[in-house]
């Protein structure tokens, strides 16, 4: 059974900070792995997806990786806002089956 | 192209009754998803639905069902309402059951159950 942690649960900085947010997955038969934006008491903003063929994503200041045989991807955001804070989970698709498995997310705020 | 649309947007429901929540996927998506998410269980996976047939189901029991009509849009029904069924209620749609595409998601049905 498939197993996702989000690590740091929740973090903390001041604006303008580089930030990482780390995801790891227990089996690394995925299709691909996708990062989510949640702000509070809404849906999922779809931020980056990753086939498993891939090592990283980018758009704008995210960049995304994925190691797939040590289970591993990370988020990168570079000079973080305000506007950032929010939980970011990640998602991963296995070979086989269509459901998406979530890790329990980071909850990330940006002091001004 | 206009996003995932959920309906209604909140709802309150006492115990022992039941609900229909209704979700429209984007235009051209044809597989349709459900997603449960409560602060102690986090999102799990309801079912998944493409051409009107059920493709995938989680491990929920059967008082949670759905459907797809023809126009890909999809509805969710639980019946027999518990306190523990108040959750937000996702709807997430993609282009087919390709494991290649990405998952879009609405802004969900907030219940709660009293």
């Known amino acids: 059974k498939q197993e996702v942690t989000q690590i740091p649960a929740a973090l903390s900085v001041p604006e303008g900070e580089n930030l990482v947010l780390n995801c790891s997955f227990t089996?690394?038969?995925?299709?691909?792995l996708q990062w989510f934006r949640q702000d509070p008491g809404k849906g999922l903003t779809s931020l980056l997806l990753?086939?498993?063929?891939?090592r990283e994503q980018t758009s704008g200041r995210l960049n995304a990786s994925l190691d797939k045989s040590s289970g591993r991807s990370t988020l990168y955001i570079a000079a973080s806002q305000p506007g950032d804070s929010a939980t970011y989970l990640c998602?991963?698709?296995?070979?086989?089956?269509?459901?998406?498995?979530f890790g329990e997310g980071t909850q990330l705020t940006v002091n001004p | 192209k206009a996003g995932v649309t959920q309906t209604p947007r909140y709802l309150i429901k006492t115990r022992g009754q039941q609900v229909t929540l209704s979700c429209s996927p984007i235009?051209?998506?044809?597989?349709v998803s459900w997603y449960q998410q409560t602060p102690g269980q986090g999102l799990q996976f309801l079912f998944e639905?493409?051409?009107?047939?059920?493709?995938n189901k989680g491990n929920f029991p059967g008082r949670f069902s759905g459907r797809q009509f023809s126009n890909s849009r999809s509805e969710m029904n639980v019946s027999t309402l518990e306190l523990g069924d108040s959750a937000l209620y996702l709807c997430?749609?993609?282009?087919?059951?390709?494991?290649?595409?990405?998952?879009?998601f609405g802004p969900g049905t907030r219940l709660t159950v009293t």
């Open positions: 997430a749609s993609r282009p087919g059951t390709s494991g290649r595409y990405e998952q879009y």
């Open positions: 990753i086939q498993s063929s891939q």
């Open positions: 639905y493409f051409s009107e047939t059920q493709r």
């Open positions: 235009s051209g998506h044809r597989s």
């Open positions: 998602a991963v698709r296995p070979t086989s089956g269509s459901r998406l498995t």
């Open positions: 089996d690394s038969a995925i299709y691909n």
